[in-house]
């Protein structure tokens, strides 16, 4: 089990760029694949991109593709989410979540999960 804590979000302006963070509990968190999702109001929680816990393999959902990166620091146990050009359609509440292993976008197959922070983004 890992405990996760996600920050940076914010209140940005199209265009703009959020950096997000997953800082991680446990002894055990660079072994677990980490994803980055996102639930916008009405709407199901979708995963944004992933990333093995060596950093090798990496998903990213088509509308995140060249706007976001994802990217680990096992010797901080943290995860990040760079996202630039923002559109007001990124807005959400942005979960972190991690499994030990499993490279999937199904939000069942992730055991952890952080509290979210939110992301606004205006027009």
């Known amino acids: 089990q890992v405990q996760l804590v996600e920050s940076g979000g914010g209140l940005v302006q199209a265009g703009g760029s959020l950096r997000l963070s997953c800082e991680a509990s446990g002894r055990t968190f660079s072994r677990y694949l980490v994803g980055w999702f996102r639930q916008a109001p009405g709407q199901e929680r979708e995963c944004v991109a992933y990333i093995s816990w060596n950093g090798i393999i990496t998903y990213y959902i088509d509308s995140a593709k060249g706007r976001f990166t994802i990217s680990r620091d096992n010797a901080k146990n943290t995860v990040y989410l760079q996202m630039n050009s923002l559109k007001p359609e990124d807005t959400a509440v942005y979960y972190c979540?991690?499994?030990?292993?499993?490279?999937?976008?199904?939000?069942?197959?992730?055991?952890?999960w952080g509290q979210g922070t939110q992301v606004t983004v205006s027009s």
């Open positions: 979540a991690a499994n030990p292993g499993i490279a999937t976008r199904i939000e069942s197959g992730y055991q952890n």
